[in-house]
């Protein structure tokens, strides 16, 4: 080490031990020293750094490399397999008070649902009636037909009271045809909304409850 720190004097100690070390694994007697000596060069002392600061690098940015996509010598490293929890424990570890709590929370939302649903079937059957008001369907006929309308169906409020609206004046035309095939009446074409009722009674005699 000293003839080193001789021969090469202003080089970092570090890298001039490192050298030493080399040369302490070749040299086996003292007089092996000045020949061990003269093979070593500034050039060679940069090459061997240079070497083991680049192979240090990558050691470096393989083990980063490998410990972020969980690898070990470029193999996917394989976690034991985990336990899966008993789901039959977990409620047994459930206290009283905790299960009391969740039966009454579920409870609560039932009661939640139930009371949506209610005010949803009650906000369509307020636009299934506004929608009735402004078709051309009788006043008295209306209420009744209100019944036909089913606000759980997948068909919209305004294609059910269209269609509503569509069979009442085919069968408003189809009375006046059979009324003047029949020769009662004024024969004016037009029938009046108590022709049309009588007439309506007679095609739905039973009409179903409101859905």
């Known amino acids: 080490m000293a003839a080193l720190k001789t021969k090469f004097n202003g080089v970092e100690e570090a890298i001039l031990d490192r050298q030493a070390d080399k040369l302490a694994k070749t040299v086996a007697q003292e007089d092996q ?31 980063k490399y490998e410990k972020k996509y969980n690898l070990r010598d470029g193999k996917p490293i ?42 949803e079937k009650t906000s369509k059957l307020s636009q299934a009636k506004e929608l009735l008001k402004a078709s051309k369907i009788p006043d008295k ?22 269609a509503l ?20 009446g004024k024969q004016t074409g037009v029938a009046t909304n108590a022709e049309m009722s009588e007439y309506l009674d007679e095609k739905f005699p039973k009409e179903e409850s409101a859905k």
């Open 141 to 162: 006929l209306k209420d009744k037909w209100l019944k036909r309308v089913d606000v759980d169906d997948e068909t919209s409020l305004e294609d059910q009271v269209k």
């Open 78 to 119: 394989e976690e034991p397999e985990k336990k899966k929890p008993d789901p039959k424990k977990e409620t047994d570890d459930v206290p009283a008070w905790a299960k009391a709590l969740t039966e009454k929370l579920d409870t609560y939302d039932e009661k939640l649902s139930k009371m949506e649903k209610e005010r």
């Open 165 to 184: 609206e569509e069979e009442y004046l085919e069968l408003k035309q189809e009375h006046i045809n059979e009324s003047v095939n029949e020769g009662e």
């Open 33 to 63: 020293i000045e020949t061990a000596l003269s093979g070593v060069t500034f050039a060679t002392l940069l090459q061997s750094e240079t070497d083991r600061r680049t192979t240090e690098a990558v050691d470096t940015a393989v083990k």
